[in-house]
T-cell receptor
């Protein structure tokens, strides 16, 4: 069964149109939730780590939040260069990550 | 960017041939990982290493073996490649598995190797 589910699978936004990506998880003992950005043909690029419900982190136009069952990646006034696939992953025991399927974001000028 | 290189970056091979992919890091991180990325499956862990000569299996380890004789190098071998192993392979590294309060459990990824098995 899926432990990490991302939605939507794809999202098309106009430049400046804010939105949120969702990552829901069903792991029993969360040891960390990670957000990555992946551009076509490249490896995932680390964005944020969240450890506790209520925690928030920001970087430029991105803000990640965490509850006990899900995380949101909020994108404020996106630009075309924010177009990418955004991946979330959770860590339980050890250091094995379980990844979601990703959300492909397209921002049109 | 984390100092991680993968070689080769692209490879086409035939079914039944052995293939070795190399991951090299310049960060002196203890942990190294091999993932594969496939449409519809996301990133899945194949094997990982927690030190020189210390390795363990991940979620999809069948058909793969690994070796780590030096801190900086982690090799992934397909003993007899099959078409189902056509994929993009990523190496990752992390400093430790200590999380909150230390922040050293982040995994940083290499640029990937695209492998096609005909």
């Amino acid at each position: 069964e899926d432990q990490v589910t991302q939605s939507p699978e794809a999202l098309r936004l106009q430049e400046g149109e804010s939105s949120s990506l969702n990552c829901s998880y069903t792991v029993s003992g969360l040891r960390g939730l990670f957000w990555y950005r992946q551009d076509p043909g490249k490896g995932p690029e680390f964005l944020f780590t969240l450890y506790s419900a209520g925690e928030e982190k920001e970087k430029e136009r991105l803000k990640a939040t965490l509850t006990k069952k899900e995380s949101f990646l909020h994108i404020t006034a996106p630009k075309p260069e924010d177009s990418a696939t955004y991946l979330c992953a959770v860590r339980e025991a050890g250091n094995m990550l379980t990844f979601g399927g990703g959300t492909r974001l397209m921002v049109k000028p | 960017d984390a100092g991680i290189t993968q070689s080769p970056r692209h490879k086409v091979t035939e079914t039944g041939t052995p293939v070795t992919l190399r991951c090299h890091q310049t960060e002196n991180h203890r942990y190294m990982y091999w993932y594969r990325q496939d449409p519809g499956h996301g990133l899945r862990l194949i094997h990982y290493s927690y030190g020189v000569k210390d390795t363990d299996k991940g979620e999809v380890s069948d058909g793969y073996s690994v070796s780590r004789s030096k801190t900086e190098d982690f090799l992934l071998t397909l003993e007899s490649a099959t078409s189902s192993q056509t994929s993009v392979y990523f190496c990752a590294i992390s400093e430790s598995i200590l999380g909150q309060g230390f922040g050293t459990d982040t995994q940083y990824f290499g640029p990937g190797t695209r492998l096609t098995v005909l």
